[in-house]
Nanobody
């Protein structure tokens, strides 16, 4: 069992930045890959990116490469999503998720546990 709690969402102007955090508990933190997804109203949940167990590898969805960076702090059981140069189309609920799959999981079905989500709204 893994519990995930996101924080850091809010309202920001276009071009601004936000840093989301996700605190994990319940299982050995270094046994799980951690990913971020987002879901805009009326849209499917979209893969943003993920970080490997050690934090040594990150990979991103095609729509967010460049201005978004994922990192993890294993001693603090926390993963971060730094979002720069935000655009109105980045407006969504952002979810943290945990996966036990090997490799580079990027599908929603690859992830076993989900946080409750945090709203990010980018105004034009």
């Amino acid at each position: 069992q893994v519990q995930l709690v996101e924080s850091g969402g809010g309202l920001v102007q276009a071009g601004g930045s936000l840093r989301l955090s996700c605190a994990a508990s319940g299982r050995t933190f270094t046994s799980i890959n951690l990913g971020w997804f987002r879901q805009a109203p009326g849209a499917e949940r979209e893969f943003v990116g993920a970080v490997s167990r050690s934090g040594g590898s990150t990979y991103y969805g095609d729509s967010v490469k460049g201005p978004f960076t994922i990192s993890r702090d294993n001693p603090k059981n926390t993963v971060f999503l730094q979002m720069n140069s935000l655009k109105p189309e980045d407006t969504a609920v952002y979810y943290c998720a945990a996966s036990f799959k090997m490799g580079f999981p990027s599908r929603t079905s690859d992830y076993d546990y989900w946080g409750q989500g945090t709203q990010v709204t980018v105004s034009s």
